[in-house]
């Protein structure tokens, strides 16, 4: 269809490093400015999901690094304790995150990919935003979300990186308790 | 983005209320809200800054703690992370934190995360608590 073809196409290639993440809210709200009539309230959503997917990606990315330099049991969750006031940074030879941002008249579909050693059975299961569980644990929000705001979620995972595909529909204002 | 932190004590703007519907129930030991006005994007490149400042304060002694987001325009999941740390941590030793979040993106967010059941919160730094 005529309709489907991209009014947008937006590709970066970035740094594992926290400090882009502005500049990925700046792109993929850029690149949603292409679909007239998507919402506000949408764009938002797409930048809260390209936020927390580039963030999964970066910490992957990371992961992967610290396994080759310090060996595989040391490769485990990023603990952020150990630094808590400066901006967490990850290990020197992180790869970088590939962002894929593409609007059409139906919407955004945004696919963010790492190098990182895959999803494990933990990362797929995963409380909706509004368990009670959400207020014991300080992290853990990020996919729950992703799912929550995104229309279409796909994860293409192996031992050689994770490809997060999400797309957000240009269907009017989400539900809002405001 | 860099992220401002600007810390008063002075409650004057709040005109005494602090806390929820019982207001001034809390009791501080400085006598006064400590307010802390929050000027950027949270997410996880600046929320250790926010955790920190916001531990640091409930480790000096600060019970009453109200956290002003009205210059906020983005909160990821690491932000909501470090509220809810923040509140178990200051509920766990009498203390109350109470947010001020207009109408808008992270108003919308904690609705949809429910999390505005939760929190005490203001729509401005004057109006009355709605929870």
Redesign the interface.
């Known amino acids: 269809m005529a309709s489907d073809a991209p009014t947008a196409v937006v590709e970066l290639t970035l740094p594992s490093d ?2 882009y ?2 500049l990925v ?1 700046v792109v993929v709200a850029a690149t949603a400015g292409a679909v007239p009539s998507l919402a506000d ?1 949408r764009v ?1 959503d797409l ?2 999901v390209a ?2 997917l580039f ?1 999964n990606a ?1 910490e992957a990315n990371w992961r992967s690094a610290r396994s080759r330099s310090e060996g595989p049991r040391r490769g485990g969750r990023v603990e ?1 304790d150990t ?6 940074v990850g290990p020197e030879g992180s790869a970088p995150v590939v962002v894929t941002c593409r609007a059409d008249a139906s919407g955004v579909t945004l696919t963010v990919s790492d190098s990182g050693p895959g999803l494990d059975a933990d990362d797929e299961v995963h409380p909706p ?2 368990d009670p569980e ?2 014991i ?6 996919i729950p ?1 992703i799912q ?2 995104a229309d279409k979620v796909d994860y293409d995972s192996g031992p050689g990186g994770t490809s997060a595909t999400v797309f957000v529909a240009d269907r009017g204002e ?5 | 983005m860099e992220l401002s932190l600007t810390t008063t004590r002075a409650d004057s703007r709040l005109d005494g209320r602090v806390g929820g519907p019982t207001g001034g129930r809390v009791r501080d030991p400085t006598g006064t809200a400590t307010i802390v006005e929050v000027d950027g994007a949270i997410d996880i490149a600046s929320s250790p800054r926010l955790r920190s400042r916001l531990v640091d304060l409930i480790d000096e002694g600060c019970r009453a703690l109200v956290v002003d987001f009205t210059r906020v325009g983005f909160v990821d999941s690491t932000g909501l992370g470090v509220l809810i740390g923040v509140r178990r941590r200051l509920r766990a030793v009498g203390g109350e934190l109470t947010l001020v979040v207009p109408p808008g993106e992270v108003r919308d967010l904690l609705a949809v995360t429910e999390l505005d059941t939760i929190f005490t919160i203001r729509e401005s730094a004057t109006s009355p608590t709605e929870h």
């Open positions: 926290p400090r993440l502005a809210r309230s938002a930048k809260l936020t927390e963030a970066m952020y630094h808590p006031v400066a901006r967490p935003v509004e959400r207020l644990h300080e992290r853990g929000l990020g979300l929550y705001l989400r539900r809002s308790g405001t």
